[in-house]
């Protein structure tokens, strides 16, 4: 079976950032970028929680799909199973450069957080008390601080 092209990515120089993962166009049209939006270097630094990465998807989702300028071209926000990251599916064909300053709104919104996280009841969400609201918040603070405050293209491009 031939190996789907983001498991030929060299996860071993793989740094933290915001990455194109893939360009697909629909069958109607429609262009669709994903983004390796990448917190923790593989398999070099620890992995986020699931909790951590539970509560992030509901604030992050929450907060993309509700931006008044992004909100229309969200298609979704969600972990990565290997827990260093979450993806962003955007419309349209963006650049890593592009989306840099909306993830760090993203995340700015995640770090700052305060209060109950949206569908996180038992009527809105499957597993709600699985989340660590404090570990999305210092998750995001730390990737803002030391990786999208200063990103660099090496940030912003998958490593050759």
């Given at each position: 079976?031939?190996?789907?092209?983001?498991?030929?990515?060299?996860?071993?120089?793989?740094?933290?950032?915001?990455?194109?993962?893939?360009?697909?166009?629909?069958?109607?049209?429609?262009?669709?970028?994903?983004?390796?939006?990448?917190?923790?270097?593989?398999?070099?630094?620890?992995?986020?929680?699931?909790?951590?990465?539970?509560?992030?998807?509901?604030?992050?989702?929450?907060?993309?799909?509700?931006?008044?300028?992004?909100?229309?071209?969200?298609?979704?926000?969600?972990?990565?199973?290997?827990?260093?990251?979450?993806?962003?599916?955007?419309?349209?064909?963006?650049?890593?450069?592009?989306?840099?300053?909306?993830?760090?709104?993203?995340?700015?919104?995640?770090?700052?957080?305060?209060?109950?996280?949206?569908?996180?009841t038992p009527r809105d969400c499957g597993n709600y008390s699985f989340m660590d609201s404090d570990g999305a918040r210092l998750a995001a603070r730390r990737y803002i601080d030391?990786?999208?405050?200063?990103?660099?293209?090496?940030?912003?491009?998958?490593?050759?």
């Amino acid at each position: 079976m031939k190996k789907i092209e983001s498991f030929t990515i060299d996860h071993d120089k793989l740094l933290r950032g915001i990455y194109v993962s893939r360009r697909d166009t629909t069958p109607s049209g429609d262009h669709i970028t994903t983004f390796d939006i990448r917190m923790t270097e593989p398999n070099r630094q620890p992995a986020l929680t699931p909790e951590t990465l539970h509560a992030m998807e509901h604030l992050a989702a929450t907060y993309l799909r509700n931006h008044p300028v992004w909100a229309s071209r969200i298609v979704y926000w969600g972990p990565m199973g290997c827990c260093t990251g979450n993806y962003l599916l955007v419309q349209g064909e963006v650049s890593s450069k592009d989306i840099l300053p909306l993830v760090r709104e993203t995340m700015e919104f995640v770090a700052s957080f305060e209060g109950d996280i949206p569908g996180a009841t038992p009527r809105d969400c499957g597993n709600y008390s699985f989340m660590d609201s404090d570990g999305a918040r210092l998750a995001a603070r730390r990737y803002i601080d030391e990786v999208l405050t200063s990103a660099s293209d090496e940030n912003l491009n998958y490593p050759a």
